[in-house]
């Protein structure tokens, strides 16, 4: 697919790199743009410029855990530091058989997640205001874009992954981040893999974005 880097990504790209999503999911992916312009308008919780290129940067980017993994219907995945719902909401639509919980500490964040999911019916996401170490588990995997780096990601959310596999993967970590982690991977070289999401994404914003999987 061809895209002006400058122009905002068309809708229409979730069904080019997503065809096994049925008319009622993407119609669910497609009313988050109007919902997300509406409550960002009175609770800003993202930025216009990424407002702007919604389906690349928010739907899109969640959605390449999707193309990473396929979660078992009946998973518990645990989106710490959610913002306005990221990776958790596109997941959920994707999901529909896996339960989610978005956590984030700030509750003006919690309130746009809740207002969304309600609004589209989604079922499968429990918003929670909260910091992790409250969070009661178990889950099969926790989720993050750019909370935090991954030792600290691994202090508070280690306790919180079930040791029962219930996935093709083993349960742990699953990151979205972005630049150079040679640094921050270190400590986990021998069990951390790194995924460039230019191999999945053709536009310019996936070549620094990197797909984090760290088994716990």
Known sequence: MQIDPQNPLPFSAIQ??????????????????????????QINVISRK???????????????????TKFSPGSRIMDLGTGGGFPAVPLAIYFPEVQFVAVDSIGKKIKVVQEVVN?????????????AET???????????????????????????????????????????????????????????????SSWYSESFFETKKLVYLPL
Not at 146 to 158: G, I, N, P
């Open 16 to 41: 080019h790199y997503f065809p096994e999503l049925d008319e009622f999911r993407l119609k669910q992916l497609e009313r988050l743009v109007p919902l997300y312009q509406e409550w960002n308008a």
């Open 50 to 68: 990424d407002m702007d290129h919604f389906v690349e940067r928010h739907v899109l980017h969640s959605l390449s855990i999707a193309r990473f």
């Open 119 to 131: 609004a589209l019916g989604i079922t499968n996401v429990e918003a929670i205001h909260s910091r």
């Open 135 to 197: 969070v009661k588990g178990p889950f099969d995997f926790v989720v993050s874009r750019a909370v935090a780096d991954l030792s600290e990601l691994v202090k508070w959310t280690s306790h919180l992954i079930s040791r029962k596999d219930n996935n093709a993967l083993p349960n742990g970590l699953i990151c979205l981040k972005g630049g150079d982690l040679t640094e921050e991977i270190k400590p986990f070289r021998k069990a951390a893999q790194v995924y460039d999401l």
